[in-house]
Structures are given as C-alpha cells and as structure tokens.
C-alpha cells in the first residue's frame, strides 16, 4: 500500500512539475560565426557576454571536410579559425556582439592578428540569414568611420561548421598562466572591460 501511494504521490508531483513549465519559456537561440584571428581569443571575450549561451572554437570557409588544427595552420584548407557563438536574442542582439567583434581584433588588417599570420586568422563574419547579413554590413558601414584603414573583413553566408578539438575548447579559461594568454588574451579582456 505505501509503495503505491508513494508511487501516486510521486506520479502527481512529476505531472505538476511538468504542468507548471511553460513551453513558451524554451530558448530560441540564434547563431553567428565570427573570424577574428586566433580563436582561443576570440572565445574568451564572446564566453564573457551577457546573452551568450555558448561560444565553440572551431573551422568554417574552407573546402577539405573534417579539416584537422594541423592542417588549417597550413593555411590550404581555406579556413578560419571562428567561434560559433548560440545568444539569446531576448537578452542581447547582433548589432551589439558584432559592436563587440569590431573591438576586439582590428578588421583592417588582412589575414593577420598580430603575430598570428595566415588566411585562417582573417576577419569574418558568416551570417546565417539576410537578417544577419544586412545587420553585418550596416555595422561594418558604421565601423568603417572609426578606423583610418579601410576595414578587409569577410561578409559571407555560413558554410560547414568544424567544432575544434577539445583541447582548444575553454583553452583561456583552462590555460590563463601559459604565456600566449597572459600576453595576448588577458590584456584584450582588460581593454574590454571583460576581466
């Protein structure tokens, strides 16, 4: 008897739970794929957004499938190194992670970084939808006012995405003390007021 009534107590409290979650609070997520160097910086800033969900280091714009680290450093697979970042347009919206992707590299530079060289560490956003495209293209117009150089990022419609090996993934949170971080990422963070 107490097994069925725990049963029954347990069944009527899973059915109240169930009940009480609102189907119309599931997040819609959108997606945006931005190049901007050396992707273990890239991450780290866009980790740190209000809105973001995930920011997931990885290849996209090249023409070899399951491209490898080692090979897109070579540069012939055609990729970039990008962070495919999932935000919450309820929280936050394109305009302001791309605002945040214009300061955080300098788009007037073609294919380099810093000392970080090569067609994978280009400038690019890879939009998922017109939507996205017109607001990439009017911020860069925006952008371009607040350079001297004129601006070389890449506009392009996403293509295939390659999610990086794990050992890139959470690299600055996992790695702050290895040089590369303490020189390059850190001092980035600082100048965004994300650190």
């Given at each position: ?101 214009w300061e955080a590299h300098d788009p007037t530079t073609l294919n380099r970084q810093g000392a970080d060289v090569g067609t994978q560490y280009r400038s690019a ?57 303490r020189a390059v990422i850190t001092p980035k963070l600082k100048k965004l007021g994300l650190e």
């Amino acid at each position: 008897m107490r097994k069925r009534l725990a049963l029954a107590l347990g069944l009527h409290l899973l059915s109240r739970t169930l009940m009480a979650t609102d189907p119309t609070e599931t997040k819609e997520l959108e997606t945006i794929t931005l190049g901007a160097g050396c992707f273990w910086c890239v991450e780290a800033v866009y980790q740190r957004l209000e809105g973001v969900e995930s920011a997931v280091s990885g290849y996209m714009g090249g023409h070899v499938e399951n491209p490898t680290y080692k090979a897109v450093t070579t540069g012939r697979t055609g990729h970039a190194e990008v962070v495919q970042v999932k935000f919450d347009p309820k929280v936050t919206n394109l305009r302001t992670l791309i605002d945040f992707f214009w300061e955080a590299h300098d788009p007037t530079t073609l294919n380099r970084q810093g000392a970080d060289v090569g067609t994978q560490y280009r400038s690019a956003i890879f939009y998922e939808n017109e939507e996205q495209k017109k607001i990439a293209e009017a911020s860069l117009a925006a952008a371009s006012e607040k350079f001297s150089r004129p601006i070389v990022t890449e506009i392009s419609a996403a293509s295939a995405f390659y999610e990086a090996e794990d050992y890139h993934q959470e690299y600055y949170e996992l790695n702050k003390s290895y040089p590369y971080c303490r020189a390059v990422i850190t001092p980035k963070l600082k100048k965004l007021g994300l650190e």
